[in-house]
């Protein structure tokens, strides 16, 4: 299954439990399968997980979304950061009670992953998924530097494609100019800015004309959210 079949079988779901269960098969395939989808508003916080049942028990009994350094620092940025127990000794300056929950994740398989965020915590309404694995650390890094883009991209579809479904109250974006589109397109295939110039005859400094008024119409923070947030709302397809 590749990014165009995914968006297609996604387009089907119409309860955000059905969109998480497509979107964990296809993620699963790729070696991630300890998946975690968190979006908080206002009315509440929307989580979907395929850790075991004891251990969102366990998380759940024991409160551990208070210190939960996914919260406090990959829901502070969109660029992506590396998680799981495998990559603790990269971060001496976590507390004690931030260490134990990640340990404890370990332990329930989360051994090493990294964050795709849709929303930050600057919004208010901090989101996105936490990609982990119950591969080791240099397994999962192969995968992230042959398939990162794409993964990258199917979480953030979904992540924008979750705020479309029932209960979400997310408004439709403004309409893109086709040259718009036609930039979002060529990169939601993977092409930089550069390429996209030479695609379509014009300058680079052109593209990241088109690119900025899209990420502006869309609100948008990056490129690739941008991507996500066009094809989620059916305004490219692929």
């Not at 042959?146 to 992540?159: C, K, N």
């Not at 100019?177 to 800015?193: I, Y």
């Amino acid at each position: 299954m590749d990014v165009t079949d995914f968006i297609e079988l996604a387009s089907s779901a119409s309860t955000k439990a059905a969109l998480f269960a497509k979107t964990s098969l296809f993620l699963e395939r790729r070696g991630f399968d300890r998946l975690v989808y968190v979006w908080a508003r206002p009315k509440g916080i929307s989580v979907f997980s395929t850790f075991s049942e004891s251990w969102l028990s366990r998380y759940t009994e024991q409160n551990y979304d208070r210190c939960d350094p996914f919260f406090r620092y990959c829901c502070a940025t969109t660029a992506t950061i590396r998680t799981g127990a495998d990559y603790l000794p990269d971060y001496d300056y976590l507390l004690p009670a931030e260490r134990r929950v990640i340990e404890e994740a370990g332990e329930a398989g989360a051994r090493a992953g990294f964050s795709v965020i849709g929303s930050t915590n600057a919004t208010r309404m901090p989101g996105g998924f936490n990609l982990c694995s119950t591969m080791g650390r240099k397994q999962v890094e192969k995968i992230t530097a042959e398939q990162g883009d794409t993964l990258r991209l199917v979480s953030l579809y979904a992540f924008e494609k979750m705020k479309m479904l029932p209960g979400s109250e997310s408004a439709r974006p403004k309409n893109l100019t086709r040259r718009e589109k036609e930039c979002l397109l060529w990169a939601a295939s993977g092409l930089r800015n550069a390429a996209i110039a030479d695609k379509l005859r014009i300058s680079e400094a052109t593209v990241e004309f088109h690119m900025q008024n899209a990420r502006e119409k869309l609100s948008a923070r990056t490129r690739d959210q941008a991507v996500a947030i066009a094809l989620s709302n059916g305004l490219i397809a692929l």
